[in-house]
């Protein structure tokens, strides 16, 4: 559906479009997690809660991508497997969370 909304709010929506490379807002789908990008230095941080509406966003699930890739594949360090290209590809998209229904 195209006029489905994908973030919380309208603000969000437009804050997280993809083709704004201006917006100070980030959304990793692969570990469902929202950011601010710092303006001093490189890198951002984690926000927990929408700064347009205040809606609480779901939990990051780093934590869950990375026991599962552990417990499930077998990786001793998923985020180096990661760089060397041997994850699977759902674990590089929302994929992999949407099937397990997190």
Known sequence: MEN????CCHQMELSLDENDD??????????????VKSVNHP???????????????PEPLFDEWWR???????????GSARREGLVPP???????WKKRGL
């Open 4 to 7: 489905e909304k994908r973030y």
């Open 22 to 35: 201006i917006s100070p807002w980030s959304y990793n789908a692969r570990q469902r997690s929202y950011y």
């Open 90 to 96: 759902e674990f590089q998209t929302d994929e992999w």
């Open 43 to 57: 890198g951002s941080a984690q926000v927990n809660y929408c700064p347009f509406c205040g809606t609480k966003f």
């Open 68 to 78: 599962i890739l552990e417990e499930e594949y077998g990786f001793e360090n998923p």
